[in-house]
């Protein structure tokens, strides 16, 4: 079993769409969580970054790290077509590692 | 300014051939990470760099897959007697000294073993 499960879709939603991406985790002593996105043919760039648990806000990006059930997620509202890339959940135990484990990776679609 | 540049962007090899892969981080960026991202799977973690050194190597694959960075700045992962199952996109990173968690990625070079 993989440390991040995360579905690797493709998920299709229509232009305007609340798109909900999740990942879950096994390893509690996970503490830092990231959101990443993938361009086709691109490194990923990140995109949202939450410590412990809790929400956070960006614009019309959302993450939630829920640390007692072991799952994460990030919210896109009114979702547009540039939206469309593959979505990837990263964790991390502590500061000191570089070490980042990453989920497959959820591919989006958001269709005009 | 510029960010992580990775060359050669493609590389087609045969097998048991050896390959170079290169990797120049952000200028100032003090870590350097080394991740591989095949079909259907996520980043898979290779190595980490601080400075010159490499506090965390546990995710080489097996001892044909080596590392080094010189000067603090530029990195090589070598790869040697490659198989087919080495063919991936191997993608470098770099943060800052105290952002570890915001790695700078570049475009990757897309290795494949025929």
């Known amino acids: 079993q993989k440390e991040v499960e995360q579905d690797p879709g493709p998920l299709s939603v229509p232009e305007g769409a609340i798109v909900s991406l999740n990942c879950t985790y096994s390893?509690?002593?996970?503490?830092?969580f990231m959101w990443y996105r993938q361009y086709s043919r691109k490194g990923p760039e990140l995109l949202m970054y939450?410590?412990?648990?809790g929400n956070k806000e960006d614009g019309r990006f959302t993450a939630q790290v829920d640390k007692s059930s072991k799952y994460i997620s990030l919210f896109i509202r009114d979702s547009q077509p540039s939206d469309s890339a593959t979505y990837l959940c990263?964790?991390?135990?502590?500061?000191?590692?570089?070490?980042?484990?990453f989920g497959q990776g959820t591919t989006l679609q958001v269709k005009p | 300014g510029a960010g992580v540049s990775q060359s050669p962007s493609n590389k087609v090899t045969e097998k048991g051939k050896d390959v170079e892969l290169r990797c120049d981080p952000i200028?100032?960026?003090?870590?350097l990470y080394w991740y591989r991202q095949s079909l259907g799977q996520g980043l898979e973690f290779l190595i980490y760099f601080q400075g010159n050194s490499a506090p965390d190597k546990s995710g080489l694959p097996s001892d044909r897959f080596s590392a080094e960075r010189t000067g603090g700045s530029v990195s090589t992962l070598t790869i040697q007697r490659t198989q087919q199952e080495d063919s991936a996109v191997y993608l470098c990173?770099?943060?800052?000294?105290?952002?570890?968690?915001?790695?700078?990625f570049g475009p990757g070079t897309r290795l494949t073993v025929t």
């Open positions: 990173a770099s943060s800052a000294p105290k952002g570890t968690y915001e790695q700078y």
């Open positions: 390893n509690s002593a996970f503490q830092y």
């Open positions: 990263a964790m991390k135990a502590s500061s000191n590692t570089g070490k980042l484990i």
């Open positions: 200028s100032g960026h003090t870590a």
């Open positions: 939450t410590y412990s648990s």
